[in-house]
């Protein structure tokens, strides 16, 4: 068998077929302090955590810092993807030009940061995958690897977690004011790179719908396709609206959640 076909297999059964052992290393590892951590595995990399992971032969990559030694080997032997059903959530702050205009490059940079290390946290905390930040930008994926069919309804567990962690549903309102987009479909997913500069990522047009929906939704809302609305099982009787996206020739239908809504807390059947 050539080996682009062996490594779109290897991809095909690494991405469909839930992983418990990855699972449960996933969730230890994220009790550990200290980020950044792998955006695949989510070994911590500094700290007590950190030390714990070099005990068992874990550490940050010295070519690629986005991965763990033993992830990053993984991705290089494996080098392709394969398409598999998932699930994608966009978030950034909304309005960051004008704040950083209010504050300094360095005050501006520790909101990046917090931004940074809440929404990895959040991530890994609903079975997801950090595909990578973007200026203000977080852009994470959901395949069935870790939470079978219920990628979207971790997708948008997540996104809501999101805005609570960024204090949206406080009184004294958020202290980054997020938008957020979630989308389902049919993904390309896998490692691209040449030789070890080797990344993980997703492709394909559900990619493209995701970041749209996240671009139009305000800050403390989150926009939902019909599709991943379906998949993660939110009431039918929610309010539902048609949104032109840009660069699409069709229009969507999309669902809006707040956390301050009275609906969101029980909008999953």
């Given at each position: 068998?050539?080996?682009?076909d ?9 991405l ?21 951590r ?7 990399f500094?700290?007590?955590g ?37 699930s994608?959530?966009?978030?950034d ?18 909101v990046?940061?917090?931004f940074?290390s ?7 905390g609903?079975d ?7 200026g203000?930008e ?22 809501r ?8 549903a ?13 989308h389902t479909?049919?993904?390309w ?12 990522t ?12 996240a ?5 403390g809302e989150?926009l ?13 009787s ?8 840009k660069?699409?020739?069709?229009p ?11 609906d ?6």
């Amino acid at each position: 068998m050539p080996a682009a076909d062996k490594n779109e297999e290897f991809w095909r059964d690494f991405l469909s077929h839930p992983d418990s052992l990855m699972r449960t290393g996933r969730r230890f590892f994220t009790r550990l302090p200290a980020d950044p951590r792998c955006r695949l595995c989510a070994a911590p990399f500094r700290g007590g955590g950190g030390r714990v992971m070099r005990l068992i032969g874990k550490r940050q990559s010295s070519v690629n810092p986005n991965y763990c030694n033993s992830c990053e080997k993984v991705l290089i032997k494996h080098h392709g993807g394969a398409e598999v059903e998932g699930s994608l959530l966009f978030a950034d702050i909304r309005g960051s030009t004008g704040l950083a205009e209010k504050m300094t490059p360095t005050g501006f940079r520790e909101v990046l940061d917090r931004f940074y290390s809440t929404a990895s946290e959040v991530v890994f905390g609903n079975d997801g995958m950090v595909d990578k930040f973007v200026g203000d930008e977080l852009v994470a994926v959901f395949p069935p690897l870790l939470s079978a069919e219920r990628h979207a309804e971790r997708a948008v567990k997540t996104a809501r977690d999101l805005l609570r962690a960024t204090g949206h549903a406080d009184p004294g309102g958020p202290w980054a004011p997020i938008g957020a987009g979630v989308h389902t479909g049919r993904v390309w997913f896998g490692a691209v790179g040449e030789g070890t500069h080797v990344e993980m990522t997703v492709v394909g047009d559900p990619v493209n719908v995701a970041a749209r929906l996240a671009a139009r939704a305000e800050a403390g809302e989150i926009l939902v396709s019909a599709a991943a609305a379906e998949k993660a099982g939110l009431e039918a009787s929610l309010r539902r609206q048609t949104l032109e996206l840009k660069g699409r020739e069709e229009p969507i239908e999309v669902v809006s959640l707040r956390v301050d809504s009275q609906d969101v807390a029980e909008v999953m059947n």
